[in-house]
């Protein structure tokens, strides 16, 4: 607690990983922490997926941020929408809020979905990147099967289809469940309607799934998609999106009354006002994690454009880097408040790089020798890993609970549509 005395002010933007890693360890660090968000929870991105299709509640992915920082009497919260960030004048605003100044500023704002100018992705597909996101994909799939359950003609239309944009983990882990959803329990729920004819579309622009994995695991991933009657289709680019169909490049196009974004990311918005040049549409930093001219201002996570000390390559927009990212800014703030001391430079370790394709399949590589898993091995090491990283005991509890539920029943427990202005 203070004693009154001016301490420094460290503003953190964004209640990312990056920014709760930061936070978590100023803890013990001489100065006062301001933590903004413009939400009031921390959201899970690696399960949102599993929000959209049925498998968690919305509160089980996002976690209340006030309760992840209890006890840190140097922190306070406020939940507040960014405007501007003014370097110079080292004061950021607000929409919402009176502008803060600061002594340190971390921004870690994550990033967009990026849709690449491409003719209705906008309007009509559902990125995966937030969770209102993932609860407005759920509530268009349910309300689509609804309707279909009055009017099974809208099935032979081609709009309960399913086309997927993006062969990444995203695209992957959502055509999976969704396959599940479809075709494991949605017959139960829906007799009337033959749920064999629905079709679900996997469009990939390279050449392959999970381009970050090697050829072998790439091939792994479409064989197990295609064995769950997921249609992969690979070296082929969307140029159009309507909301009953999706037009390929060819010019062919395919039905589908809901189209899925995971292709693309770009930065936030308030990337702009930092006067950085964008580097691949991140802000680049220094290995101190810090802009070029400004060694009181940090940026982490996705917006950021990290280069490890160690390797010199340029680090994946991760969950795991963001928050190795933040933590090592706490501890650098820390270092040089507390203990007076130079900080070090960022070195990221990585623990592993994975992928679900749901039950029982999924793709991993452990370190340090880079040994490929697939398979039940690789989707039990997904299932303990998210588990552990899953924020807060009560979140993990309540995944714990339902991926049981799911696993033994077939069942999904998070399936029902409510919304506060529905008549009572
Ligand atoms: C579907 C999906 C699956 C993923 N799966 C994995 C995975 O399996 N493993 C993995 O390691 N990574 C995964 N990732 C990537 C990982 O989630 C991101 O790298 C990570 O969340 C980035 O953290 P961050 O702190 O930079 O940003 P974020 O986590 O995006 O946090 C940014 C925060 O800033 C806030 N914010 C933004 N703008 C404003 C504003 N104007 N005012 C106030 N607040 C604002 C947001 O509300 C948000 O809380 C996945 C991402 C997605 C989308």
Same mark, same amino acid.
């Given at each position: 607690?203070? #004693?009154?005395?001016?301490?420094?002010?460290?503003?953190?933007?964004?209640?990312?990983?990056?920014?709760?890693?930061?936070?978590?360890?100023?803890?013990?660090?001489? +100065?006062?922490?301001?933590?903004?968000? !413009?939400?009031?929870?921390?959201?899970?991105?690696?399960?949102?997926?599993?929000?959209?299709?049925?498998?968690?509640?919305?509160?089980?992915?996002?976690?209340?941020?006030?309760?992840?920082?209890?006890?840190? #009497?140097?922190?306070?919260?406020?939940?507040?929408?960014?405007?501007?960030?003014?370097?110079?004048? %080292?004061?950021?605003?607000?929409?919402?809020?009176?502008?803060?100044?600061?002594?340190?500023?971390?921004?870690?704002?994550?990033?967009?979905?990026?849709?690449?100018?491409?003719?209705?992705?906008?309007? /009509?597909?559902?990125?995966?990147?937030?969770?209102? =996101?993932?609860?407005?994909? @759920?509530?268009?799939?349910?309300? !689509?099967?609804?309707?279909?359950? @009055?009017?099974?003609?809208?099935?032979?239309?081609?709009?309960?289809?399913?086309?997927?944009?993006?062969?990444?983990?995203?695209?992957?882990?959502?055509?999976?469940?969704?396959?599940?959803?479809?075709?494991? +329990?949605?017959?139960?729920?829906?007799?009337?309607?033959?749920?064999?004819?629905?079709?679900?579309?996997?469009?990939?622009?390279?050449?392959?799934?999970?381009?970050?994995?090697?050829?072998?695991?790439?091939?792994?991933?479409?064989?197990?998609?295609?064995?769950?009657?997921?249609?992969?289709?690979?070296?082929?680019?969307?140029?159009?999106?309507?909301?009953? =169909?999706?037009?390929?490049?060819?010019?062919?196009?395919?039905?589908?009354?809901?189209?899925?974004?995971?292709?693309?990311?770009?930065?936030?918005?308030?990337?702009?006002?930092?006067?950085?040049?964008?580097? %691949?549409?991140?802000?680049?930093?220094?290995?101190?994690?810090?802009?070029? /001219?400004?060694?009181?201002?940090?940026?982490?996570?996705?917006?950021?454009?990290?280069?490890?000390?160690?390797?010199?390559?340029?680090?994946?927009?991760?969950?795991?880097?963001?928050?190795?990212?933040?933590?090592? $800014?706490?501890?650098?703030? #820390?270092?040089?408040?507390? @203990?007076? @001391?130079?900080?070090?430079?960022?070195?990221?370790?990585?623990?592993?790089?994975?992928?679900?394709?749901?039950?029982?399949?999924?793709?991993? +590589? $452990?370190?340090?020798? /880079?040994?490929?898993?697939?398979?039940?091995?690789?989707?039990?090491?997904?299932?303990?890993?998210?588990?552990?990283?899953?924020?807060?005991?009560?979140? %993990?509890?309540?995944?714990?609970?339902?991926?049981?539920?799911?696993?033994?029943?077939?069942? !999904?427990?998070?399936?029902?549509?409510?919304?506060?202005?529905?008549?009572?």
């Amino acid at each position: 607690m203070s #004693d009154g005395t001016p301490r420094p002010k460290v503003l953190i933007l964004g209640g990312g990983f990056g920014g709760i890693g930061a936070a978590r360890k100023l803890r013990k660090a001489p +100065v006062d922490v301001m933590l903004v968000d !413009r939400h009031d929870y921390h959201t899970f991105q690696p399960l949102l997926y599993q929000v959209a299709t049925d498998t968690l509640d919305p509160e089980t992915v996002g976690h209340p941020i006030r309760e992840l920082v209890h006890g840190q #009497d140097n922190l306070d919260f406020a939940q507040a929408t960014i405007s501007d960030i003014d370097l110079d004048a %080292r004061t950021v605003s607000f929409q919402d809020w009176e502008p803060q100044t600061y002594d340190y500023l971390v921004i870690g704002l994550g990033a967009l979905a990026h849709f690449f100018g491409t003719p209705g992705a906008e309007e /009509h597909s559902f990125p995966l990147y937030t969770l209102p =996101h993932a609860i407005r994909l @759920k509530e268009h799939l349910l309300r !689509r099967f609804e309707a279909a359950a @009055k009017d099974p003609s809208l099935a032979d239309d081609g709009q309960l289809d399913v086309v997927i944009v993006g062969g990444g983990p995203t695209g992957v882990e959502t055509a999976g469940a969704l396959s599940e959803l479809f075709h494991a +329990v949605f017959p139960g729920d829906y007799p009337s309607l033959d749920l064999s004819a629905v079709r679900i579309t996997l469009v990939e622009h390279g050449d392959r799934l999970l381009a970050m994995f090697d050829e072998g695991i790439s091939e792994y991933t479409a064989d197990t998609l295609r064995e769950r009657q997921v249609t992969v289709r690979l070296g082929e680019k969307v140029a159009e999106i309507a909301d009953d =169909h999706v037009t390929l490049g060819s010019g062919e196009t395919i039905r589908a009354g809901t189209t899925v974004w995971g292709a693309g990311l770009q930065p936030n918005p308030l990337a702009t006002t930092l006067g950085v040049e964008l580097v %691949r549409g991140r802000v680049p930093v220094t290995e101190h994690l810090h802009l070029a /001219h400004h060694p009181e201002v940090f940026v982490v996570g996705d917006l950021a454009l990290t280069t490890d000390s160690v390797t010199g390559e340029v680090l994946p927009q991760l969950g795991s880097v963001a928050l190795q990212a933040g933590e090592h $800014v706490g501890v650098t703030i #820390d270092r040089m408040e507390r @203990k007076h @001391k130079d900080p070090h430079p960022f070195h990221y370790v990585d623990k592993g790089t994975m992928a679900t394709i749901g039950r029982k399949a999924a793709v991993a +590589v $452990v370190p340090p020798h /880079h040994i490929t898993l697939t398979g039940r091995a690789a989707w039990a090491m997904w299932g303990a890993v998210h588990l552990a990283l899953l924020t807060g005991g009560d979140s %993990r509890m309540a995944a714990l609970s339902n991926w049981f539920w799911s696993f033994t029943t077939h069942d !999904r427990p998070s399936r029902v549509l409510i919304h506060p202005d529905d008549e009572d």
